[in-house]
């Protein structure tokens, strides 16, 4: 099937940066909308931010302007650069992508999260 792995989680203070990485792999004939969310413990996962295969991109309000999704389709790995962090950014970040497998089925894929934490 399809694998996502995420990388680039860690510990920042509050105004630094940082840059996830999501690399799938698999059966993979071609990849849709790929994806961040992130979750905290007792809240319901949420949108960050998302790209299409055209490069059509959308954000959370709260991450306008700070954050940026940006994708390789060559190499199936979608990005996301993180600026001027806050400590409510703190969260498990989790990729996503929607994938048509080699079989031309498709498939909504998770990643399994990575830990940002944003100190103050």
């Known amino acids: 099937q399809v694998q996502l792995v995420e990388s680039g989680g860690g510990l920042v203070q509050a105004g630094g940066s940082l840059r996830l990485s999501c690399a799938a792999s698999g059966s993979i004939f071609s990849i849709n909308d790929m994806g961040w969310y992130r979750q905290v413990p007792g809240k319901q996962r949420e949108l960050v931010a998302t790209i299409t295969s055209g490069a059509y991109t959308k954000y959370a309000d709260s991450v306008k302007g700070r954050f940026s999704i940006s994708r390789d389709n060559a190499k199936n790995t979608v990005y996301l650069q993180m600026n001027s962090l806050k400590p409510e950014d703190t969260a498990v970040y989790y990729c996503?992508?929607?994938?048509?497998?080699?079989?031309?089925?498709?498939?909504?894929?998770w990643g399994k999260g990575t830990l940002v934490t944003v100190s103050s």
């Open positions: 996503n992508a929607i994938v048509v497998l080699t079989t031309r089925s498709t498939v909504n894929s």
